[in-house]
Every structure is written in structure tokens, then in C-alpha cells.
């Protein structure tokens, strides 16, 4: 590696080492190290990985599939301005495509593409948690909010001039929390320590009596009693247990947690610390997402003030023996890993391929030893009960969703932003409250989740009704629902890890189905190839992912069939080899292009 | 508890099982084929393929990662689970580059069986056609990833049985790859062996010995003289390895 000087003052030989000697050359800490290095390197290259697999003492293998891995990790330059535009449906209904095209543009590059002086590339990534407040991007990591074309022209101008994203305006990097409905959690002021000594007080055993009472339920997806999973990882028998706060936050239209770590973090550790001193764990770790990059400083911030505190660190709050430590790793961009043992894997440094489960994490999760995964707001919610008791708990909310829940609404709405509600609250009420404008459809948690029509809106945000980890898309009137289908199912393509066959190739498969009804070349057929493919991939794929990947396509071929059928060519079936694509070439070379050079006229559909 | 207990029903078929065994180990044991590709009885269950996908007690789950339990209810050779396995099939066909006629596994090959013992007739769906380098770099042995369907079983082979370490699947979704631990990613700079477990374990043509080209003649090859299901069920009554 070359003597250059660096940002942080070192010549990069001593940068590399202070990074690995930070990380003890754990090779469980190879997602973190490899950040670092190309936050330092820009990217890791051939020679990087090799040097790295020499000094961790592992197979180069290991390094190289775990750096092909994350999106965010690259293994050739990306240009010194790496853009990337969130490419969620919301951004999409608010403009974001001509945005990016507009971008493309003007720096002459395809998607993708490194502009030949290497100063800068321009691509799309999964959604970045700014629904509320998009279009949004990322340069290097970093978000950029609100969008305009003149906020464009601005970026353009500024990588032209190659000031450091550093000295941008701080306007562009403003994240709005946005709160528009402030319940039982965000309305409450933390107080360090406070849940805390009462859950020392109530001692290990009382701690999940009370969470048992409160019925809480994780807010992460899948509704696990959070008192049950904390007993079973407590009674496995193990040299350590661990916590882990899932902030990985990836479920599109989902930001709710990206504003309770930037305005309630005290409140997640301190929910972290109760689970520790519960289940004795003397680690945890928060996984945060790369795009939330940037919420670093302030975690590490108010670790810091924890510490001063005595809530962390070694005999806590005065307990003998009660030990504990909390480390933040980020992500890397894959939305897989949100799922708790997938989590896990790239917790060690490794892919974020899901574990066959069971066993679960309580009894073999993290070094393959008890770990408690937890989503923030559940944390947050723990904190709630220690300090209101489990029996008043109980009351709020219906009864087998108490509490409340927030969601995260974006979308066709006057006021998007954070709503908190006691679970149980109407559909048709938070679109009040949210003043949604002609509402025809609502998704709601998430990509993977459930579309609501108009005649469903009457239904109710809970468990037994609509489960929900908090997304809340509106589609007002004119909205395509087609077109959010085409968007989410090419989000899955992207995401899949690629671990079992029917999510790898399916999703792919199911996405490029959808291409070819949008381009106006489907026909019933295809309606009934992704009736079955949605079937199977369903049914056989090893996790959630797969499983959950074609609900918003069953959803709105049931509910809105006519965004699919104003598309179909009334044949029935269209080869996807198109023999006119094919003659285009000669078409060219001769000039011609009148109807006996063609063999079918394409359809254009008006977007 | 006595032998009755420890027995489950495939369907309807009673089966016995020892307290550990998986739902695929058991019904191979008895004479029962379930389809599979990354099952190999050598090695820890691994259940990415999907080809063992039944249902249990009214759940779809996969065979071979599935501890067998007393009494339990299992579904396995009927007409839609058959078209699920057939889909899955399809999709590991146009996921790589399949030309089976100049194929040297031709015959030998557990995908091209499958594909013939579930009457799989065509590949269905427009091919992906990816992009995937031949490796020709190492003296005993060509790493055609062309026909790569990431059971990982050469990874699987070369790390637990071998101590090596030799491959590893990297990418995500699509873009998913066999990767070879070396600094020039070339098989010849490995330290891979034509002795290696990880040598004989592919069940398709991506890791292919060299200089043995057609040694048996096609037609005369294992799955030409009888069916993969016969093959293996015929091998569990014999004890024998497959
Ligand atoms: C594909 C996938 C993505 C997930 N993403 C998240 C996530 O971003 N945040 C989260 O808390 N849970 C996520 N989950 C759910 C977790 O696996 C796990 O159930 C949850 O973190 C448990 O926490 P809880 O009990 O507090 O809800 C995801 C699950 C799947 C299948
Ligand atoms: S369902 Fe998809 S994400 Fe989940 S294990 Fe299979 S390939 Fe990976
Ligand atoms: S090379 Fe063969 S054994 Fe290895 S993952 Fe690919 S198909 Fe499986
Ligand atoms: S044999 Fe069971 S998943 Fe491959």
C-alpha cells in the first residue's frame, strides 16, 4: 500500500493497522474493518483483500465473499462522489426518477457507469428511510433530503468543483424528525437510569413477570412476546449471552426507528441495559444501517454520557458483577440482514445469509450462544413497562396488541412523518389525521407487507388484523398500483441473498415478468406464470424474504387487476425473445424503418 | 420408547426414524426417494436448493433440514409439490448455462437426472444467459461455473473435510458466485487437489476431472441405465454410499 497521507493525519500503513488493531484483527469485525478501509482506501482492491486475509489469518475466500456481498463495499473504484438516489416507490411519487435521469444527464454517464476522470458515479439503492421527506440520496454514505432539480444543479456543481461533501451546505443533510402524532413513547422524556432501577429492583425474575403481564410484542414484524424470548434466552446454559438492538431498519416506507435512534437513543440503550442485566449479558451490539451512517456520532455520544452515568460499563448502578458493553457495528447495505439471524452472520463478519432456524437465536445465535435480538422501538417499549408496571401496560392498545405502535407514513399525505397510536387504531383514521389525499390504496409494512383498498380502510392496526413493523404508504387517486409492484419487485431482485434457489432466481424472475407487462409485451400468460412463481416462492423460500417477496404482487393483482390488464396485449402469449428487437440492427444498417421492416407494431402504453 | 414411537408416515407410508435423523436421512433409509440436490449424506444438511420441499403437518419446509418426529404427517410425491420441484428445476436450468449434449457430466449429472425423473420437458423461461468464466488454470481439474447451481457442497467438501477452504459463494441474489481461495482466483493457484473430497462431490458438470474426457460413453452412464430415484433408493437398500 502506498505512503499517502489521509484525512485522519496517518500514512495509510499506519491507518491500516490502527483500523485492524481497533478491531483486535477480530476476524468477527470484518464487515466494520473492510468500511473502515475503504472509507480510508476508497475501495478494496485485489491487493487489499489479500493483505487482509494474511493478517486476519483467514482464507481469502472469506474476505472476498463477504466484500461481494454488501452493497456498500466495493471492490473497484466508484468514483470519489459515489451518488446513489433512493429508489423507493415514494421517491419515485415525488419525482425521483427524473431527478436521477436529469443527473445522468448533465455528467454524461449511464447508471452506474465512473465518469472517466473517476470523480464520480450516479446509481439507484434500495430505500434509505427518508420517505418523508424525499426525493432523497446518498453521497458516500451521507443522506441528502428534499430534493430539487435546483438542489441538483447545486450537487452537480459542487462535485464539478470537487469540494468535499464535508463543506456542503449543512441544509442538505438535515433529517427532519417529523413527529405528527406523539403518544405514550414519543411523548415521554427519558430519564437515565430510571427504568433501569426499577428493573433492579424487581431483579432479574420480575423483570420478565412484568414483561409477561404487559403481553409486549416485538416491533420489529413478527409480534414475538418479548418476555418469552427473553426467558428462554436467560434459562439456555452458556459462557455468555448477548443483546443485540436490530437497527437495521430496511422494510421500505420504514423510518420510524431512524428517528427514535436520533431523538430517543438514551431510551433504546437503557432498554438494552434492562435486557442485559436480565438475561445476563455482559456484550451487545447495535446493528445499525449504512444509510443511518451518519447517526454514529451521536450514538457514540450518548454511549459516552451512559458511561459517565455508571449505566454501563462495570458494576452498574452499583450491582456487583452486573458488567455490560454496548458497541454500535453498521451495515452495509443489505436489507437482508435485518432478519435477525442473517443479522447475526454479518455480526461475525460474514454475508448476511440467514441460518436455518431452529435453532434460534436465544439458544445458538451470535458465536453460536444465547442472544436476545430486539428491534429499537421494542427496546423503547421495555422501558415503558419498567417505569408504568405491566399491569397498566396491559390496558392500552387491544388485548392482544397493547401499547402503542408508530408508524411511519409517507406517501399521497398533506403531513407525512411519525404517527403514534394505542394499537387497534382505524386505517381510515390515520389518513385523517395524516390528511391523505384521495386515498385509492395503502401498503402497509412495508414492501413485504399487505395492500389495503378503499373498502378495506376500516380496518384496524394490530396483530390480529393488520400487522404492521410501521410502514404506511398512501396512493392517492391516479396512483398506478402496477407500478409500485414493478418497483417493490425489483427491490427483492436486488436484496435477495441468493442462499435458496426460489428466492435467487424467482425474484428475478418475477421482476422481469413485470418488465415485460410494463413495456407493454405482457399478456395473460405472464398473469399466470407469476400466479404460480408467486406460489412457489412463497412457499419454498428459507426465510422471510423470499416468502414475503410477492405479497404487494398477489395483493394488487386481487385488488387492482386493471393497472395489470390496461397493459396485457390481448394475445396469449408473446415470446420473450422479441425477433423484431432483434432486427432492429438491420434496420439501422438499412435505413428502413416502415412497417414491412417490422414484424409487430409495439403498443405504447402512457406511463 | 419402542420402534412404533419413532415412526412418522410419508405419504401414508409408515418410516422409522432414529431421534436425530432429518426427514430426508429417514425416508432414504427406507427406501423412499425425495428429490435433492445440496443433500449429500456425507455432510451437515445445508437446505438451499429446495428440491426436498415437502409438507409437514399442513407446513412447507425442506426435508433435509427438518428433524423427523414422532407421528408426524409428511407429503411428498403428489402432482403440485412434483410441479414445484419441476419450477425449481427450470429456474437452476435458465439461472446458468445448461448444454447438455457437449456436456461431459452428461448422465452423470444429479440435475439432468432430476430434470428427467420429474419429466421436467423443457426450461420454460427466457435464460439469464450470465456471463461466468471457464477455469481451466489447474492442472487435474476445469472449474466450469457455467453450470454452477451453488449447493455448495465443493465448499462444504473443501472446509470440513478437506481443511482447505478452497471455495466460498460470494455475491448476493443473482449475482451470486463460487469464489477459489487464491490470490489470482484461479483454481491452478489453490491449493486444491484432484484427491480432494471437494474433487468428486459436484452433483453437475462445474468441477470436472481433466484428461478423463468421456471415459464411459454416453448412454452407458449412471443415471442412462437407471433413474436417479432407482439409483439412490437402490443404494439405500445395499447400505452403500452414493
Ligand atoms: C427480510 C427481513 C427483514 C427484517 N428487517 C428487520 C428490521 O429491519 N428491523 C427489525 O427490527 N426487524 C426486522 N426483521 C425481523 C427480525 O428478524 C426479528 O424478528 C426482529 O428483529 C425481532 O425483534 P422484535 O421481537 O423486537 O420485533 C426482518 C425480518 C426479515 C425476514
Ligand atoms: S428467501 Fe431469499 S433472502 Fe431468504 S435465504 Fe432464501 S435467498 Fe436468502
Ligand atoms: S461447483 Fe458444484 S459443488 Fe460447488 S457449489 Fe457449484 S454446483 Fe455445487
Ligand atoms: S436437498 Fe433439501 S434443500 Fe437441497
Known sequence: MSQSVGDDGLPLDQAVESILLRHQRDP?????????????????????????????????????????????????????????FSDNITDRMLGSMALYRHMLNRLKLEPGEVSADGLVSVALTSCTGMCDQGPALLVNNRAVTRLTPERIDEIIGLIRAQVPVSAWPAAYFKVEDNIRRADLLLNTEWVPGAALQTAIERGPHGVLAELKQSNLRGRGGAGFTTGIKWEAARKTPAEARWVVCNADEGEPGTFKDRVLLQSYAGSIFEGMIIAAY??????????????????????????????????????????????????????????????????????????????????FPVSRGYRDQPTVVNNVETLCKVVEVMLRGGAWYKGQGTRQSTGTKILSVSGDVERPGLYEYPF??????????????????????????????????????????????????????????????????????????????????????????????????????????????????????????????????????????????????PIDFEPAFDLDAALGKARAITGRDDSGARLSTRVDIDQ | MSDIEYSFTIDGQQVRFTPGETILQAALKAGIFIPHLCFHPEFRPHGSCKLCTVVVNGRTTAACTTRAMPGQDVYSDKPELNSHRRLLLQMLFVEGNHFCPGCEKSGNCQLQA????????????????PKRPVDASHPDAVLDL????????????????????????????????????????????????????????????????????????????????????????????TGAEP
Open chain 1, 28 to 84: 468477527a469485525c470484518l464487515v466494520q474493518i473492510l468500511r473502515e478501509l475503504q472509507d480510508r482506501l476508497d475501495y478494496i482492491s485485489p491487493r487489499t483483500v489479500q493483505q487482509l486475509a494474511a493478517k486476519l489469518e483467514i482464507p481469502i475466500t472469506r474476505v472476498k465473499s463477504t466484500l461481494a456481498f454488501y452493497s456498500f463495499l466495493y471492490d473497484e473504484p466508484r468514483g470519489r462522489y459515489r451518488i446513489l
Open chain 1, 278 to 359: 436480565t438475561i445476563g449479558a455482559k456484550r451487545g451490539f447495535l446493528y445499525l444501517r449504512g444509510e443511518y451512517t451518519y447517526l454514529l456520532p451521536s450514538l457514540e455520544a450518548t454511549l459516552a454520557d451512559l458511561r459517565r452515568r455508571n449505566l454501563l460499563g462495570e458494576d452498574i448502578c452499583g450491582v456487583e458483577g452486573f458488567d455490560f458493553e454496548i458497541d454500535v457495528h453498521v451495515g452495509a447495505g443489505a436489507y437482508v440482514c435485518g432478519e435477525e439471524t442473517a443479522l447475526i452472520e454479518s455480526l461475525e463478519g460474514k454475508p448476511g445469509r440467514p441460518r436455518i432456524r431452529p435453532p
Open chain 1, 424 to 569: 387497534g387504531v382505524r386505517v381510515a383514521q390515520v389518513l385523517e389525521d395524516a390528511g391523505a389525499i384521495e386515498p385509492r390504496a395503502v401498503q402497509i409494512s412495508g414492501a413485504s407487507g399487505t395492500c389495503l383498498t378503499r373498502r378495506e380502510f376500516g380496518r384496524r392496526i394490530a396483530f390480529e388484523d393488520v400487522p404492521t413493523a410501521g410502514s404506511f404508504m398512501v396512493f392517492g387517486k391516479g396512483r398506478d398500483l402496477f407500478e409500485m409492484a414493478q418497483n417493490f419487485a425489483h427491490f427483492f431482485a436486488h436484496e435477495s441473498c441468493g442462499f435458496c434457489t426460489p428466492c435467487r432466481v424467482g425474484t428475478s424472475l418475477v421482476a422481469s415478468i413485470l418488465d415485460k407487462i410494463g413495456d407493454g409485451h405482457g399478456t395473460e400468460y405472464e398473469m399466470n406464470e407469476l400466479a404460480f412463481l408467486s406460489q412457489v416462492i412463497r412457499s419454498a423460500s428459507q426465510c422471510g424474504l423470499g416468502q414475503a417477496s410477492c405479497n404487494a404482487l398477489t395483493d394488487t393483482i386481487q385488488k387492482f387487476r386493471g393497472d395489470y390488464e390496461r397493459r396485457l396485449r
Open chain 2, 114 to 129: 432430476l430434470a428427467y425423473d420429474l419429466e421436467m420437458l423443457n426450461p420454460h423461461f427466457a435464460h439469464f444467459f
Open chain 2, 146 to 237: 457455467n453450470r454452477c447451481i451453488m449447493c455448495e457442497l465443493c465448499v462444504r467438501a473443501s472446509r470440513d473435510v478437506d481443511g482447505k477452504n478452497v471455495f466460498a459463494l460470494a455475491g448476493r441474489g443473482l449475482d451470486s458466485h463460487l469464489v477459489v481461495d487464491s490470490k489470482s482466483g484461479k483454481l491452478g493457484d489453490s491449493t486444491f487437489a484432484a484427491t480432494d473430497k471437494a474433487a468428486s462431490v459436484c452433483p453437475v458438470g462445474a468441477i470436472l476431472p481433466k484428461g478423463k474426457g468421456f471415459a464411459v460413453p454416453i448412454g452407458e452412464r449412471v443415471y442412462d441405465k437407471e433413474s436417479i430415484r432407482e439409483k439412490v433408493v437402490g443404494l439405500a437398500d
